[in-house]
Structure formats: C-alpha cells, structure tokens
T-cell receptor, first 117, second 116 residues
C-alpha cells in the first residue's frame, strides 16, 4: 500500500456542527501532516505529528483539533468553523520528519474538500 | 523563517517547447527541494526532488538544477505535452537552530498551460 487515504472526500457543515476528517496510511511512515489549501494557493502547514506526538502547531485556531490515535491514523476534529475555513484539507505523510540530513518524501492524500455554510 | 519565491505565476508554452520555472529560498540551511505537480481537483504529486549535495538531477523530460550559492533552484521541462498542464509548486525544507525538524515551505505555484 503506497497511498494516503482521506475520508470523506467532500464535507458540508454548518457553523455549529462537529465533524471529523480522517487520514490513514500503511506505509510505516512516522510523520503525518495536515495542510490547508485554498483555491489557487499553495498548501499551508497546520499540524505535524512526529512519532505520534504533536510536534508542530502552526498557530491554528482551536476550532481545529488534531488527533493521532496510532502511527497509521490521523484525525482532524472540526467544531464551530467559520465560512472562511472552507478549503481543501490535505493529509500527508513521510517516512520520518522533514529537515536535516534525513529529509524524506512527502506523500499527499487526495484531500477532503470542506464547505462551511 | 524560510521564505520561498516562485516565478512566473503563469506560463503558457506551445507543445514541444521547453518550460522553466524558478524558485529562490532564503534559509541557507535548507537542504531538500522537491517539486510537486497538482492537476485541477487532484492532490499534489512529487515529480522530482533534489538534495543540497547535488547540483542537478534529471528524470526523462524533467530536470531540476540547484545553485546553493545563489539560493535558487529551477525546474526544466523539455518537449512539453498537453498533459504537463497543471500547477507546479516548488518547496524547500529548512533547518532549525536547535537542530530540530524543519518542514516544507511551498512557493506560490506556477500555472503551466501547454497549448497543442
């Protein structure tokens, strides 16, 4: 298995809803990432999990709550979102964390397209 | 922190011509430079990457060059085909002062259109 799988592919939610995005990989990767991508923009890093521990939180509002239950799964819990949070949410993984002499290839999932009404 | 500038933002070429996209980075400690291709509505996919100990890398019609002194790297696509049409993102992985991990910083993207 050489893929990162994200569900759901599309999600429409109201501002008072609670929902979750899920990401799964079985490549033995130990770093997993959440990115947010708006139309015609590059992916923006939100969170990094390194060996199942949150290592980076790029000043993301608390209405986004990540969770890494195990080395294969990554969730993003959503609560009280705003319309401006509508975007494509990309999960990615790499064999080990980026940086240093051990930088590794980032594999992206297909994304979850979120619309907040 | 790291900053990656990418040019041009749009590029239109005729099928069979070459396309060149350029990126500059600010952190001299950056050591990993991938290029991602994103077709409309799809995920970014790695097409080629280069590490700081190499000056050039080629894979069929695609090549990447790195100039560490000038802190810039470029993507070269030869004999372009309509299926090369997509948005291309460069990225740089930066180092940190305490030796902890850095992460990919993306350029703003180049929309390449290849006209048949």
């Amino acid at each position: 298995d050489t893929e990162v799988t994200q569900t759901p592919k599309h999600l429409v939610m109201g501002m008072t809803n609670k929902k979750s995005l899920k990401c799964e990989q079985h490549m033995g990767h130990r770093a997993m990432y959440w990115y947010k991508q708006k139309a015609k923009k590059p992916p923006e890093l939100m969170f990094v999990y390194s060996y199942e521990k949150l290592s980076i939180n790029e000043s993301v509002p608390s209405r986004f709550s990540p969770e890494c239950p195990n080395s294969s799964l990554l969730n993003l819990h959503l609560h009280a979102l705003q319309p401006e949070d509508s975007a494509l949410y990309l999960c990615a993984s790499s064999l080990k964390p980026q940086g240093g002499s051990g930088a590794n290839v980032l594999t992206f999932g297909a994304g979850s397209r979120l619309t907040v009404l | 922190g790291e900053n990656v500038e990418q040019h041009p933002s749009t590029l239109s070429v005729q099928e069979g011509d070459s396309a060149v996209i350029k990126c500059t980075y600010s952190d001299s400690a950056s050591n990993y430079f991938p290029w991602y291709k994103q077709e409309l509505g799809k995920r970014p996919q790695l097409i080629i990457d280069i590490r700081s100990n190499v000056g050039e890398k080629k894979d069929q019609r695609i090549a990447v060059t790195l100039n560490k002194t000038a802190k810039h790297f470029s993507l070269h696509i030869t004999e372009t085909q309509p299926e090369d049409s997509a948005v291309y993102f460069c990225a740089a992985s930066f180092g940190t002062l305490d030796g902890s991990q850095g992460n990919l910083i993306f350029g703003k993207g180049t929309k390449l259109s290849v006209k048949p």
